[in-house]
Structure formats: C-alpha cells, structure tokens
C-alpha cells in the first residue's frame, strides 16, 4: 500500500506559477497528476516514469513540467502561465499500468490539492 501525500495548490492570478508536490510513503513505478474540475471528469494532465520519461496532455505542454526525486519518493509538477481553465482539483496518482495516462492504470491515489485561477 503506498500513501500520496499533495501539496502546493491555490489561489493565483492568471500568468502566475503554482508547484504542486506529492510525496509517496514507497517506492513507485510510474507517477501521474490527474485533474477534475466542477462537472467534468478527471483528466489527465502529467505523467513521468521511473527512468524520467515525461508525458503531457496538449493543453499544458509548454507550460508544465513533471519532474521526480526518486531519492525521496517525491515528484513535482512546475505550472507556468497558468490560466482560468486550469482550475480544478489536482491528483497524483501512481502505479504501473498502461496507457499512462488512463486513470484506470493507477492504482494509488493522493486527496487532491486545489488549483484556482483567477483571470
């Protein structure tokens, strides 16, 4: 049983830069950050393996980057130029299935962190 842990959500202005962390009490395979806003499903967003491959939903590439301490258990995701429609709450996810960025390939899940984003 692995616990997620996130952190680092908020309330910003658009433009502005969020760092979201989560912290797993084990060992991980792959890592996946997940979002889902009021009256959508939960989508991807990230997705870094264990050797560092990084993957991004269309919407966000450019803006963030997921990154991992594999040392400590911990990945990262780096949002820049944030805008309204990032808002949502945001999940970290980890497991080891495929497609990575399916939610059905996960089998841990953190509590999720807000992300609101002011225009």
């Known amino acids: 049983q692995v616990q997620l842990v996130e952190s680092g959500g908020g309330l910003v202005q658009a433009g502005a830069s969020l760092r979201l962390s989560c912290a797993a009490s084990?060992?991980?395979?792959?890592m996946g950050w997940f979002r889902q806003a009021p009256g959508k499903e939960r989508e991807f967003v990230a997705a870094?393996?264990?050797?560092?491959?990084?993957y991004y939903q269309d919407s966000v590439k450019g803006r963030f980057t997921m990154s991992r301490d594999n040392a400590k258990n911990t990945v990262h995701l780096q949002m820049n130029s944030l805008k309204p429609e990032d808002t949502a709450v945001y999940y970290c996810?980890?497991?080891?299935?495929?497609?990575?960025?399916?939610?059905?390939?996960?089998?841990?899940w953190g509590q999720g962190t807000q992300v609101t984003v002011s225009s």
């Open positions: 996810a980890a497991g080891g299935g495929l497609p990575i960025d399916r939610p059905a390939s996960y089998d841990y």
């Open positions: 084990g060992r991980t395979l792959s």
């Open positions: 870094i393996r264990s050797g560092g491959s990084t």
